[in-house]
């Protein structure tokens, strides 16, 4: 069964640190692996996409990175800020005939303190 | 990226009622749409996928009868919970996979369902 697992479940730090979220999964088949941001009662803001050919993705403080091997990818949030609280998503499209829907872990809620 | 809107945002209702919610592709015409649903503290798990023109796949315990989806354009895929109750209250969200080289998934804003 195909899985994805976050880790930690939440995370407090204070304004300024860098951070770094885990998610795993079980199956290195992969297609691409997306990472979102998720408001409370909210939708989901994709943040960033990395494909399967590729090894990292950057878009100003975040950096995330996949390493299919060994079935892992973090995102790095540097100099966190109180507007970065969230809960963020790890999604992989697993390589299937089904479709392309995603698997979800169950996130990571960070809380940014000033 | 794709603009996906849903409507309502949020619905409450007693139970043994229907609800419809709506999803619309505004800038992307989507031949397939997924619909998921998260509860509270948990992960977003995929319900089923809309075709359009056909019927939709639905995942293993997913019951098709009540929970009832029309692709009706490409720009519109509903999802209607017939006889909803308590237990159906959830937050339900619709994704359009974009085609292309990304295969990037963009979602709405979701759909929170109340049902009394």
């Known amino acids: 069964k195909q899985e994805v697992t976050q880790i930690p479940a939440a995370l407090s730090v204070p304004e300024g640190e860098n951070l770094v979220l885990n998610c795993s999964f079980t199956?290195?088949?992969?297609?691409?692996l997306q990472w979102f941001r998720q408001d409370p009662g909210k939708g989901l803001t994709s943040l960033l996409l990395?494909?399967?050919?590729?090894r990292e993705q950057t878009s100003g403080r975040l950096n995330a990175s996949l390493d299919k091997s060994s079935g892992r990818s973090t995102l790095y949030i540097a100099a966190s800020q109180p507007g970065d609280s969230a809960t963020y998503l790890c999604?992989?499209?697993?390589?299937?005939?089904?479709?392309?829907?995603?698997?979800f872990g169950k996130g990571t809620t960070l809380s940014v303190s000033s | 990226g794709a603009v996906v809107s849903q409507h309502p945002s949020r619905v409450i209702c007693k139970s043994g009622t229907s609800v419809k919610i709506e999803c619309r592709s505004l800038?992307?015409?989507?031949?397939?749409m997924f619909w998921y649903r998260q509860f509270p503290k948990q992960s977003l798990m995929l319900m089923a996928t809309?075709?359009?023109?056909?019927?939709?796949?639905?995942e293993q315990g997913v019951e098709k009868d009540k929970f009832l989806i029309n692709h009706a354009s490409l720009t519109l895929s509903t999802l209607t919970v017939t006889s909803a109750h308590p237990e159906d209250s959830s937050f339900y969200i619709c994704?359009?996979?974009?085609?292309?080289?990304?295969?990037?998934?963009?979602f709405g804003p979701g759909t929170r369902l109340t049902v009394l």
């Open positions: 999604a992989v499209r697993f390589i299937n005939q089904a479709g392309t829907a995603l698997i």
């Open positions: 990395i494909q399967s050919s590729q």
């Open positions: 199956d290195s088949a992969i297609y691409n």
């Open positions: 809309s075709n359009e023109g056909s019927k939709a796949t639905y």
């Open positions: 800038d992307f015409q989507a031949t397939t």
């Open positions: 994704s359009v996979p974009t085609s292309g080289g990304t295969n990037e998934q963009f």
